[in-house]
């Protein structure tokens, strides 16, 4: 099993930009998806997009398309989370998680992500 760490949590003002790593370790990485979900007080956890470690193709959820940017440091094992033009609604903890080896990185269902990260808070205020 791979463990999972994420940073780059913090506070920040509407229209901002955070950046988030997931450190990845004890496993190979290569050929994994990995994805970051997120939860809101009061609200269920939802996939924010994934990456798959092998070619590096990424998909996004729509509320988050054109704002958010995952991309990989393949040298590092870390996989990041841009956060552009920041809302309020945006104001959650983010999790880091991967499916099992080679499984294929299509959807975002939370049952199928084995590994998750403690998380970290992000707060965006207006």
């Known amino acids: 099993q791979a463990q999972l760490i994420e940073s780059g949590g913090g506070s920040v003002q509407a229209g901002g930009s955070l950046r988030l790593s997931c450190s990845h370790s004890g496993a190979k990485y290569y050929g994994y998806c990995m994805a970051w979900f997120r939860q809101a007080p009061g609200k269920e956890r939802e996939g924010v997009g994934s990456?798959?470690?092998?070619?590096?193709?990424?998909r996004y959820a729509d509320s988050v398309n054109g704002r958010f940017t995952i991309s990989q440091d393949k040298a590092n094992n870390t996989v990041y989370l841009q956060m552009n033009s920041l809302k309020p609604e945006d104001t959650a903890m983010y999790y880091c998680?991967?499916?099992?080896?080679?499984?294929?990185?299509?959807?975002?269902?939370?049952?199928?992500?084995?590994?998750w990260g403690q998380g970290t808070q992000v707060t965006v205020s207006s």
């Open positions: 990456i798959y470690t092998g070619g590096g193709s990424t």
């Open positions: 998680a991967a499916k099992p080896p080679n499984w294929s990185c299509t959807g975002l269902e939370i049952s199928d992500f084995r590994d």
